[in-house]
């Protein structure tokens, strides 16, 4: 009524607070405010658990009384179930195929492992014999004498070291070809009679350098009953250290067919490999020797050789080979250019063709390299021939002729001294000696050209040579071919001599 309105209610509270003065405060509150704030309460139920506000209880009402079920309808009777009919036999299965066997997986053949040629150490403490004085002054009487005895210059020869660093002469190509890891081991066979000791032991020792040892079975030094003092105890003791080289002694001279024969009896590596006791292998050079044989057996293999100064020791030589081995009628080795053919086959096969290996009609003889027992299904060598001389032509008829094939290798660097002159006797006349050796050779090999030969060497026609029926009877036994298919196959070029020499 004080704002004259009915809807106000007045609230008196009687004050306590002592900060105030008044006795009471008089609040207003419109009636309508209650109703706002119960009407937040709800919403704010509403909001957090979706519930409804309750609805004000009235009062119950009276339960209705439950009328009674009408009485359920009689259930009809069921129809008799139909037999069931039999099932029919199920048709026979078709047979199963027989399971075929899965074929094993064959396992991946393994990378083979390839390698670069083996160098051996550019320096090694120097190495020299033992019992000279390298302190006296030079004396130049003693080194011409030296020269005209050894046909080399042995009083510098035993003065410089007898493991000296040794040129790697080969072509750039040579230091990217790699290997096969495996490969056959070999024998190295150094024949010697009356051979100056220092030139023997730089032989030895710069194989050992310069080869890796897995490949070295041996070095087989063979002894062709020297006379000299140096090659008894000297050479003995200076190898002592080296068990990889062993010394066989022959008790009689047998010249140099016979003992590098008999030295292959004795050998007990895969390859042998042949070498004069005046060489001097240079870096890389075993590797392209001997895998060649490792694929195939009857493949022999011949190095490049550069040459050892017979007077000074100083060493020269080409990168590359420019020849192959030639004969010519009078069944003289003879260096001959590189044919066409030869190139042409090189330049297809191989990645590099410059230092590619080169098939050859013959070869010198004096350094190769074969499988061992190939060598004696072979027929080693003839044994009626005398010291030296032929025996290499008619081993490389033969090897071509039954069979097997020959490459110059010209990543394979060998040095080798070149003497003027043979320091040793031919054990009777030389010029009988090298000619009976070479008749032998044409009487087995040539064939209808023997006829041919006798013309020109007609002072050769009656020579009596010795027995040859065990090497007719190896030619038969190794069904080898006739020289008309060596000349038409191997060296085409000889009918006219058609190569220019080289």
């Known amino acids: 009524k004080l704002f ?52 004000p209880v009235g009062l119950v009402e009276p339960v209705k009384p439950v009328e009674p079920l009408a009485p359920a309808a009689p259930i009809a009777p069921v129809a008799p179930v139909a037999p069931i009919a039999p099932v029919a036999p199920a048709a026979p299965a078709a047979p199963v195929a027989p399971v075929v066997p899965v074929a094993p ?47 080399l210059n042995k009083y510098l020869s035993d003065r410089v070291p007898l493991n000296r660093d040794t040129h790697d002469g080969r072509h750039a190509t040579c230091s990217k070809r790699t290997y096969t890891k495996k490969m056959p081991s070999a024998s190295v066979v150094l024949v010697f009679y009356n051979e100056a000791l220092s030139v023997v032991l730089r032989t030895v020792f710069t194989v050992l350098k310069e080869s890796e040892d897995r490949l070295i079975h041996e070095i087989l030094l063979y002894d062709d009953c020297s006379t000299i003092d140096e090659l008894n105890a000297p050479l003995e003791r200076h190898i002592s250290a080296y068990p990889k080289v062993r010394l066989v002694r022959s008790k009689e001279r047998g010249g140099l067919v016979k003992a590098r024969m008999f030295a292959a009896r004795e050998a007990r590596g895969e390859v042998l490999l042949y070498l ?146 043979h320091p040793y006797d031919f054990m009777g006349n030389t010029g009988d000696v090298v000619s009976t050796n070479y008749i032998r050779a044409a009487r087995v090999w040539f064939d209808d050209e023997l006829e041919f030969y006798f013309k020109l060497r007609p002072q050769f026609r009656n020579r009596d040579v010795g027995d040859l029926s065990s090497r007719f009877a190896l030619r038969e036994r190794l069904q080898c071919k006739s020289y008309a298919w060596f000349i038409k196959n191997i060296f085409p070029e000889l009918p006219l001599e058609s190569l220019p020499s080289c």
């Open 276 to 421: 004069d006791a005046h060489c001097e292998p240079t870096p890389g050079w075993l590797e392209p020797l001997l895998e060649p044989i490792g694929l195939d057996r009857t493949t022999v293999t011949v190095p490049s050789l550069d040459a050892i100064d017979w007077e000074d020791l100083t060493y020269s030589g080409a990168d590359t080979i420019q020849c192959i081995g030639g004969v010519n009628w009078l069944m003289n080795m003879l260096w001959a250019s590189i044919p066409q053919r030869e190139e042409e086959r090189r330049k297809k096969d191989d990645p590099f063709p410059i230092t590619a290996n080169l098939r050859t009609p013959t070869m010198a003889g004096g350094l190769f390299a074969m499988d061992r027992l190939y060598f004696k299904e072979l027929g080693e060598y003839d044994e009626g021939m005398g010291v030296w001389g032929g025996e290499n032509m008619e081993l490389s008829f033969r090897i071509w002729m039954c069979g097997g094939s020959m490459l110059f290798v010209p990543c394979s660097k060998v040095g080798h001294i070149f003497r003027p002159a």
């Open 4 to 55: 004259g309105e009915s809807n106000f209610k007045v609230d008196i509270q009687m004050g306590s607070d002592p900060h105030h003065d008044h006795q009471g405060i008089v609040e207003f509150k419109r009636a309508e405010d209650d109703h706002d704030e119960k009407k937040q309460q709800e919403d704010m139920l509403a909001r957090l658990g979706g519930l409804q506000p309750a609805k």
């Open 105 to 151: 997986v064959e396992p991946e053949a393994p990378v083979e492992e390839r390698v670069h040629a083996f160098t051996g150490p550019t320096k090694q403490p120097p190495m020299y014999l033992d019992f000279i004085d390298r302190n006296i002054p030079w004396n130049k009487d003693a080194e011409d004498d030296s020269k005209k005895k050894w046909k």
